[in-house]
């Protein structure tokens, strides 16, 4: 694979990882939706359209500065995900809690529990994008091989 190729497919994986962060942040404006953005975003980040870049592809670049960082950040991502799923499938505790607790006020306590670690993940990902972009950097000014 020459350098074209693999900026090419790295602008590729990063329009994938945004394509996953829209629907991953989905979960908060859609929760009766979870089966169907589980599908989107998958849940493991070997299984994204990312990592089966980064963990297959991009494993020839694992030489070059910078591709050390991405992993950590992608696997944390990955995690603040789980995590908010998670606390939007939580279920309503207490005895009556069926009989007098309202769905939509369970939803939305579950909304409000889940947004501080949306925003991490937001803030996760915006590390992750710099990652990439200066992964991008790094082989762009690389010599092309005679």
Request: one cysteine or more; glycine letters at 4%.
């Amino acid at each position: 694979m020459n350098k074209n190729e693999t900026l090419q497919q790295l602008r590729q994986a990063r329009t994938g990882h945004l394509r996953w962060q829209a629907h991953a942040q989905s979960i908060l404006s859609a929760p009766n939706h979870l089966d169907n953005i589980s599908e989107k975003a998958p849940m493991n980040h070997t299984d994204c359209q990312f990592g089966q870049w980064y963990f297959g592809q991009m494993q020839a670049l694992k030489h070059i500065p910078g591709y050390q960082q991405i992993d950590p950040l992608h696997e944390r991502l990955h995690q603040l995900y789980r995590e908010i799923f998670d606390i939007m499938l939580e279920k309503k505790s207490g005895t009556f809690s069926w009989l007098f607790g309202s769905d939509a006020r369970h939803r939305q306590r579950c909304i409000d529990k889940a947004r501080p670690v949306m925003d991490q993940l937001s803030a996760t990902s915006k590390e992750l994008l710099a990652a990439i972009d200066e992964l991008q950097k790094t082989i762009e000014q690389m010599p092309e091989p005679a």
